[in-house]
Nanobody, 124 residues
Framework: QVQLVESGGGAVQAGGSLGLSCAAS????????MGWFRQAPGKEREFVAA????????VYADSVKGRFTISRDNVKKTVYLQMNSLKPEDTAVYYC?????????????????WGQGTQVTVSS
């Protein structure tokens, strides 16, 4: 069992930066692929980024590639999402998630545990 709690959301102007954190409980954090997803009003939840168990492999959605960076600290049991050059279209609730497999990191259905989400609002 893993419990996830996101923090770090807020409001920022376009071009600005925000850093999100997701703290996990439980002793098996290192067993899980970790991902970030987001959901804007009226839209489906979409994949943002994922990081492998050891942190050496990272995958990004095309829409955030080059602007967002995912990382993890298995000692602190925390996964991070650094978001730079933010755009209004990045506005959404951001969720972190944990997957016991790494078959398809871009699919929400592959993830077993989810946080409650944190709001990110980017104004133009």
């Amino acid at each position: 069992q893993v419990q996830l709690v996101e923090s770090g959301g807020g409001a920022v102007q376009a071009g600005g930066s925000l850093g999100l954190s997701c703290a996990a409980s439980g002793r098996t954090f290192g067993w899980y692929t970790m991902g970030w997803f987001r959901q804007a009003p009226g839209k489906e939840r979409e994949f943002v980024a994922a990081v492998s168990r050891s942190g050496d492999r990272k995958v990004y959605a095309d829409s955030v590639k080059g602007r967002f960076t995912i990382s993890r600290d298995n000692v602190k049991k925390t996964v991070y999402l650094q978001m730079n050059s933010l755009k209004p279209e990045d506005t959404a609730v951001y969720y972190c998630a944990a997957a016991s497999t790494s078959r398809n990191q871009g699919l929400a259905s592959e993830y077993d545990y989810w946080g409650q989400g944190t709001q990110v609002t980017v104004s133009s």
